[in-house]
């Protein structure tokens, strides 16, 4: 098992995992702690889906407002005598 518990410290490593967890998931590996070993991997995958979904929700929110921006930034068509093009008085 030396091969897989070391690939299991250097991917949880790779996902920014602190390096004690790390480290506790490969002795578990090593012990043959399964289910120790899996709920290690198991919260590590939590935590990235956390961080994945409040990046999607600040890039959800900034498109939003791009679209905005778009739209009521927009310069406003003039006609020739200065008025706004669609304003009545």
Excluded: W, Y
């Amino acid at each position: 098992m030396g091969d897989l518990s070391e690939d299991l410290e250097r991917c949880l490593c790779d996902c920014a995992c602190d390096e004690a967890r790390a480290a506790k998931a490969r002795c578990s590996c090593e012990e043959g702690r399964v289910r120790e070993t899996k709920r290690v991997l198991l919260d590590e995958r939590r935590r990235l889906l956390d961080e994945l979904h409040a990046s999607q929700r600040g890039i959800d929110a900034i498109d939003h407002m791009l679209h905005r921006v778009s739209c009521e930034c927009a310069p406003r068509d003039l006609f020739a005598d200065g008025k706004e093009a669609g304003v009545h008085e």
